[in-house]
């Protein structure tokens, strides 16, 4: 099993920026793992936003967050970030950090058997 905890969410005014984290543990982490960011509102499906692979660094993200927000991760911390820049009011939801072993479709929230709790992220205008 691997627990994943989320800390760094909160309230910025849009074009702030916030830095989400995401720690793993347990389950010890090779280079098949991959960690993910997706996130939600009321409603609506969870929405996928940046992955990242822990093997060769590969980095794949939503288009409607390309050239804003960055994926990276420590591997000596077994922590994966989410800088997010230019925020935008449409970027409010709760930021959920999604991790697994050898996931064939990195954007699809069924690829993933562990979930962090969340956390919020609120844009004001």
């Known amino acids: 099993q691997v627990q994943l905890v989320e800390s760094g969410g909160g309230l910025v005014q849009a074009g702030g920026s916030l830095r989400l984290s995401c720690a793993a543990s347990g389950r010890t982490i090779n280079n098949d793992f991959i960690m993910s960011w997706f996130r939600q509102t009321p409603g609506k499906e969870r929405e996928f936003v940046a992955a990242i692979s822990w093997s060769d660094d590969g980095r794949y993200y939503a288009d409607s967050v390309k050239g804003r927000f960055t994926i990276s991760r420590d591997k000596a911390k077994n922590t994966v970030y989410l800088q997010m820049n230019s925020l935008k009011p449409e970027d409010t939801a709760v930021y959920h950090c999604?991790?697994?072993?050898?996931?064939?479709?990195?954007?699809?929230?069924?690829?993933?058997?562990?979930w962090g709790q969340g956390t919020q992220v609120t844009v004001s205008s």
């Open positions: 999604a991790a697994d072993f050898r996931v064939a479709h990195w954007s699809m929230s069924y690829g993933y058997k562990y």
